[in-house]
């Protein structure tokens, strides 16, 4: 937890955090921790960080005992395979760790083609002496691993590897992080720790990647009629809803009122036959806020609606604790909103449901910025990388004046992550589709969801980023996710039944934070004393008298510099409460 005591919010009756996957992974022999060792067989060592869990919250294998699971499964499709597959599981077994062991008994790597969820594992092979790490297809769960010394130390949050590695920043890493507000692709903002590719799985000791699913464009030749893949996509949201519903137990939704959270309720209220409770928030009174459509939805889906407003003093307050839940920083300002409705959502429900991929699968306005790049390109001059970049609108165009002259230097040429996929032969909106599938989708908004989720206890699920609703989303031809000026219109006919005309219709607006308000009229002391501190953990990257005249709002012609201010508040409360 970071060290912020003056930042620190009260909120009575609501839970403290709580870090629900408290494992760590040892390959190496004569491995040295001073954690509390679980199970050992050489070379792999499982340890914990203190809990008093037994070994089965964490550990399962085969009837043969020759496969070991190790980690987190949540298999949306588990009955599904239990009923087509006919594996022979123990008597009493319920654990996916469990199918998963006997899947893989069964059929090697290759089942996990068949396994849809949130998943995160390591399976030791006891007879080939083979450790094999393994992440979800869309990158719901997280892996990390060591990449120096003699021992490769894996756990499911980059906090856990803090005793196992060096304390040295990539640079890299940090570049691409001021240009996103969140670290794309396997770097970490620690230069001896590796993000396992969502999608893919390493097998150690020879440390052989191997990728098991990606999105790519899958487009017939002869396209089906627009109705065709409305129908189609209705019926596999269908399938993922009532895969993602709890059985029987009450479900918690964000729900913000725009179209992919309405879509989401409205078909949890067709589907499921225990209570709904919704969850919105507001800035106050002096803010723009979208209840009016959230409560438009609640009402029609008779949800139990939750409210919650969110205060400038709680908004900068929060921040520490939101910085603490997650692996890499994320400089999202949903960030704190995600983590104080999962408190309160902790309150009357286990699972929350958000809309979360409707945009990056079915054409959102964020493509607009370099679909409107390749019109006009003759006058803007931008290359597709450096359009990629600036339509984060981050820090992409301040880095030489942002970085310390000598990082700046050594980055500068390093190719960014984004390329090979900005060069790909797929249509140009189904590029910039898989491209944020890859990455924002990953690094950024599954990460930030489920981290903040469990950091409360709960399970997050996001049904629109299922393997199966992205499979679908590439193979539907672009001019039905955007048509004309109508964006995301094949998702909106596919649930138009189920939704009023006031959401079918409303202009994308997105939830906006009021960042800038924030800095402008309440946090600027705060934050000056955080970002312009010589002894800032950011000090030896960043020229902070750059950030001095941010602070003072000197040509903030566009009013965009709350929000680089934010994302830079973001990374220094991260840098300290890592590094303590």
């Known amino acids: 937890m970071a ?16 870090h629900i996957r408290p494992w760590c992974l040892a390959w190496g022999n004569d491995v040295e921790t001073t954690r509390p060792v679980i ?61 998963i062991a006997q899947l893989w008994e069964q059929f090697g790597p290759a089942c996990l083609s068949n396994l849809l ?43 856990s590897l803090a005793p196992y590695h060096s304390m040295d920043l990539d640079w890299v890493a ?68 009532r895969e993602y519903l709890p059985t029987g137990e009450p479900v918690g939704i964000f729900l913000s009122g725009g179209l992919d959270s309405s879509c989401i309720t409205a078909l949890a209220h067709q589907l499921h036959d225990a209570p ?45 604790d939101a910085m603490a839940a997650l692996d890499d920083p994320i400089g999202d300002p949903l960030t704190v909103p995600n983590l104080l409705l999962g408190k309160l959502a902790k309150q009357a429900v286990q699972v929350i449901l958000n809309g979360e991929g ?50 700046w230097a050594g980055v500068k040429e390093i190719p960014s992550i984004f390329s090979e996929d900005l060069q790909s032969d797929a249509r140009y909106l189904n590029q910039l589709m898989s491209l944020n599938i890859k990455f924002k989708g990953a690094d950024h908004i599954l990460t930030k969801v489920n981290n903040l989720t469990q950091a409360t206890g709960l399970q997050g699920r996001s049904p629109l980023f299922d393997r199966r609703i992205v499979d679908m989303s590439l193979q539907i031809p672009p001019g039905y996710k ?26 994308k607006s997105g939830m906006m934070v009021p960042v800038q308000l924030g800095f402008r009229q309440v946090w600027r002391r705060q934050a000056k004393a955080l970002l312009l501190n010589r002894k800032a953990a950011i000090a030896p990257y960043l020229n902070q008298t750059l950030l001095r005249d941010w602070l003072e709002y000197e040509g903030d012609t566009w009013g965009r510099y709350g929000v680089k201010l934010w994302l830079l508040a973001s990374l220094e409360i991260w840098l300290q409460g890592n590094r303590t």
Not at 206 to 224: S, V
């Open 174 to 241: 940090l570049r691409d992080y001021l240009c996103c507000a969140f670290v794309p692709g396997d770097r970490t903002l620690w230069q001896q720790v590796r993000e396992l590719r969502p999608g893919s799985l390493l097998r150690l000791p020879d440390r052989q990647l191997q990728t098991y699913w990606q999105p790519q464009e899958k487009m017939p030749p002869n396209p089906a009629p627009f109705e065709y893949y409305r129908d189609q996509l209705r019926d596999e949201l269908n399938q993922v809803m």
């Open 482 to 507: 955007l048509r004309g000026a109508e964006e995301k219109a094949i998702l909106k006919q596919a649930v138009a039944d189920l939704l009023p005309e006031q959401i079918l219709r409303r202009p």
């Open 358 to 407: 409707g945009d990056p699968c079915f054409g959102g306005p964020k493509n607009q910025p370099m679909l409107m790049n390749t019109l006009y390109h003759e006058l803007t001059q931008q290359d597709a990388l450096s359009a990629y970049l600036l339509a984060f609108q981050k820090c992409a165009a301040d880095l030489p004046q942002l970085l310390k002259s000598e990082i």
């Open 39 to 99: 199970w050992q067989e050489n070379p792999v060592t499982l340890c914990s960080q203190g809990t008093s869990q037994p070994l089965s919250a964490y550990w399962a294998e085969s009837s043969s005992r020759r496969f070991v699971v190790l980690g987190e499964v949540w298999l949306s499709n588990r009955m599904t395979l239990l009923r087509q597959l006919d594996i022979p599981l123990p008597k009493g077994a319920g654990d996916d760790r469990q199918l």
């Open 3 to 18: 060290s912020f005591n003056w930042l620190q919010p009260k909120y009575p009756g609501i839970p403290k955090l709580t």
């Open 117 to 159: 969820g949130m998943f995160g594992f390591a399976i030791w092979d006891r007879e080939q002496q083979e450790l094999w790490l393994v992440r979800d297809a869309c990158g719901a769960y997280t892996l990390y691993y060591t990449i120096a010394g003699a021992t490769t130390w894996i756990a499911p949050q980059l906090r």
């Open 276 to 320: 709904i409770h919704t969850y919105s928030i507001h800035f106050g009174p002096q803010t723009p806020n979208e209840l009016e459509f959230s409560n438009l939805i609640a009402k029609q889906c008779q949800t139990e609606h939750h409210i919650l407003e969110i205060s400038l003093t709680d908004l900068w307050g929060t921040l520490p």
